[in-house]
């Protein structure tokens, strides 16, 4: 089985920063995209950002500017660093893998995280 935890969420006054963390876990080949979803109340889960296993990434229009993707292919790990943080960022975050697990095919199956809080107060 494959986990993925997720870490670094709290409570920050707007115009602060928090680091997310997440480390996936199990029986792992390859890890192709990873990133990062939120789902505020009442609302849809929604795309923050996203990273490809050489590095491209994308991010959600709201985000640009403010937050950074980061990966450690080694350690299987993705981070997201956000900067300049609004009340509108307040929200679970969750982490998302597309994680290959066996060798005799290429298939890649999607994991996510249980979340981590983010609170923005203003």
């Known amino acids: 089985q494959v986990q993925l935890v997720e870490s670094g969420g709290g409570l920050v006054q707007a115009g602060g920063s928090l680091r997310l963390s997440c480390a996936a876990s199990?029986?792992?080949?390859?890890?192709?995209?990873m990133g990062w979803y939120r789902q505020a109340p009442g609302k849809d889960r929604e795309l923050v950002a996203t990273?490809?296993?050489?590095?491209?990434?994308n991010y959600a229009d709201s985000v640009k500017g403010r937050f950074t993707i980061s990966r450690d292919n080694a350690n299987n790990a993705v981070y997201l660093q956000m900067n300049s943080l609004k009340p509108e960022d307040t929200a679970v975050y969750y982490c998302n893998a597309d994680v290959r697990k066996y060798l005799w095919n290429n298939n890649y199956y999607e994991y996510w995280g249980q979340g981590t809080q983010v609170t923005v107060s203003s």
């Open positions: 199990g029986i792992i080949i390859s890890i192709n995209s």
């Open positions: 990273i490809a296993s050489g590095g491209n990434t």
